[in-house]
Structure formats: structure tokens, C-alpha cells
């Protein structure tokens, strides 16, 4: 036989061996564990009721705390609108629109092209000969 499935072989014949001493620690290890089961217990059941000694006080001090807050930034928000409304108010209106601006900028581009144009022609007169 080849070493591999001698070695998963073994390794399954190991299996229950190990599930059995995982389901039947010895008796001195299971009374201790026990003991320190039982003490964390105690321990989390005194700080679940300091949690919520501490989330009750917490809850009270907050609420006074969150209703200042809360106020403030409502006043805050009041003055900021009437700052934005003051400001859109004294804001001057655009000259033009969005569409109007592209179409200055494609006639500006196309006044250009026929000065240019002409200035690359110059003076000189070419012959039509297409005309005769």
C-alpha cells in the first residue's frame, strides 16, 4: 500500500479517540472548569448590572446634555438659512445662461477662423479660373 492512505488510515481510526476524550474530560479538569464556569458567571451576571446601573446613569446626564445640543444646532440652522437666503438675495444674476455662454464661444470661434482667414490670404489676388 502507498504512505497516504495508510496515513488517512490512521488518521480515521484516530477520530473517535479524540471526539471520545473531548466528550469525557478527566474528573479532576472537569470539576475545575466548572468552578471557574461558575465564577465567570458570577462575574458576568455583577457586570451586567453595573452596565446597566451605568446605561441608566448615562441615559439621564445625556438627555440634558442632547437637548442643549440639540438646541444649539437649531439655532445654528436658523442663521445659517437666513445667511444662505441674505446671500442668494445680494448675489447678482449671471449674464448669461449655460446654452447662451456655448453659443458665444462657437461664434467667437468661428469669427476667429474667417479673420485668420483672411489675414492668411493677404493681399494678393489668385486668378479664378473656374469662372471663365
Not at 441674505?86 to 448669461?96: E, G, S, V
Not at 462657437?106 to 492668411?120: C, K, P, Q, R
Amino acid at each position: 500500500m502507498r504512505p497516504g492512505p495508510r496515513s488517512l488510515l490512521f488518521a480515521l481510526l484516530l477520530l473517535p479517540l479524540v471526539t471520545y476524550a473531548e466528550q469525557n474530560p478527566p474528573a479532576s479538569t472537569a470539576t475545575a472548569e466548572q468552578a471557574q464556569i461558575d465564577a465567570l458567571q458570577q462575574r458576568l451576571a455583577t457586570s451586567e448590572l453595573q452596565r446597566e446601573a451605568l446605561g441608566a446613569e448615562l441615559q439621564a446626564s445625556g438627555g440634558e446634555r442632547e437637548n442643549a445640543q440639540l438646541q444649539r444646532l437649531r439655532q445654528e440652522n436658523q442663521r445659517l438659512k437666513l445667511q444662505l437666503k441674505k446671500t442668494q438675495a445680494d448675489a447678482p444674476k449671471p449674464l448669461l445662461g449655460d446654452q447662451q455662454q456655448w453659443f458665444v464661444v462657437g461664434a467667437g470661434a468661428a469669427l476667429l477662423g474667417v479673420i485668420l482667414g483672411a489675414l492668411l490670404r493677404g493681399n494678393r489676388r489668385s486668378r479664378r479660373e473656374w469662372i471663365n
